[in-house]
């Protein structure tokens, strides 16, 4: 019957509420051990020029590779992370594996590239976090030019004094902010008055349909941040067709399954070398591939 199906629906509703209960106590508790124990891996995504078909930067994106659960994605720990202020631990984490890995790769005489990575809220809140960076920076010898930071658009909603000063901190000891997920919310266009952003990543929801209006949008909010004198990048980009689009229309970056999914930084840059895309060179930081 109609009522047994519920009964059976909301049973199965209430056991996966307990796991995901579950979930989060496990890994508000398990953070720091994480962390200390290496379970927190960088992934990187790269992102593409289109005018040269050429890679330009990676985003890097935090992974947690279980010992008991396996690969858990961002959206089973950092909203958790979030709500208990741990997430503050998580990214400078990320902040300071990036910068040494950074590092590493130089010692190496490997390719390095810029790197984008997320801040959330609370980091934003928390005063020490535009000196963690750079210190990072400093003691990895990072080139501030080499880093962005990404800001989502939902944090400039509310703490806006303290997040508009960060920002200008970041700006004022030269780091670019990026605005992430732009016009997943409904202000978009008022916090591109209120905030200066190096670049803006379209939502990746621009993209689920790819419709002949939603290409209109996406074409008028490229023409509209040229006039801003603001960068655009398309993410979530997953086919051919879309990128084809967007180059036509003079997006300047595209990150998406069409290039490559987050992977180690090595296992993104040799599945580049066989699609012949060719990666940016920063001679002037002397960096040469060997
Ligand atoms: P985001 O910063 O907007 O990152 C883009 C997300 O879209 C990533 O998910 C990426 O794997 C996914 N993605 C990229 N291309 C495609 C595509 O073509 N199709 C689809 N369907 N998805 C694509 P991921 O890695 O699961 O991260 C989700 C979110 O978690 C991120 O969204 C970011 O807000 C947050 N996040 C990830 N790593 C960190 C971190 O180290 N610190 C903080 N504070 N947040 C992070
Ligand atoms: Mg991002
Ligand atoms: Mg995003
Ligand atoms: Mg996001």
């Not at 890994?27 to 200390?36: N, S, T």
């Not at 984008?116 to 010898?141: C, G, H, I, P, T």
């Not at 200008?168 to 016009?183: N, S």
Request: some cysteine; glycine content about 4%.
């Amino acid at each position: 019957s109609v009522y047994r199906d519920m009964e059976r629906d909301t049973a199965w509703y209430d056991s996966r509420m307990a796991r995901q209960q579950a979930m989060e106590r496990y890994v508000a508790a398990h953070i720091d051990e994480a962390v200390e124990k290496g379970w927190i891996h960088v992934f990187y995504q790269p992102v593409i020029r289109t005018v040269t078909d050429s890679i330009c930067s990676m985003e890097a994106l935090a992974r947690w590779i279980d010992p008991q659960h396996g690969m858990l994605r961002p959206a089973e720990f950092i909203p958790v992370l979030e709500k208990t202020k741990q997430i503050i631990k998580l990214d400078k984490y990320m902040v300071q594996s990036i910068c040494q890995e950074y590092e590493s790769r130089i010692n190496q005489g490997k390719t390095v590239l810029p790197v984008s990575f997320n801040l959330s809220r609370y980091d934003l809140l928390v005063e020490d976090m535009v000196d963690f960076v750079d210190e990072q920076a400093k003691k990895y010898r990072v080139p501030k030019d080499m880093l962005y930071v990404e800001i989502t658009e939902s944090v400039l909603m509310d703490d806006r004094d303290v997040i508009y000063e960060t920002i200008e901190k970041f700006h004022q000891l030269g780091y670019a902010v990026w605005m992430d997920d732009f016009g997943s919310q409904y202000s978009s266009l008022n916090l591109l008055k209120d905030y200066d952003f190096d670049e803006i990543k379209l939502d990746m929801d621009f993209f689920s349909t790819f419709s002949d209006k939603s290409r209109k949008i996406v074409k008028s909010v490229v023409s509209m941040a040229k006039r801003l004198h603001t960068h655009t990048l398309a993410e979530g980009i997953e086919t051919e067709e879309e990128y084809r689009f967007l180059k036509s229309i003079g997006c300047e970056k595209v990150q998406g399954y069409v290039l490559a999914r987050p992977d180690s930084y090595d296992r993104i840059l040799e599945a580049m070398q066989k699609r012949k895309l060719p990666v940016e060179m920063r001679k002037d930081k002397g960096l040469y591939e060997k």
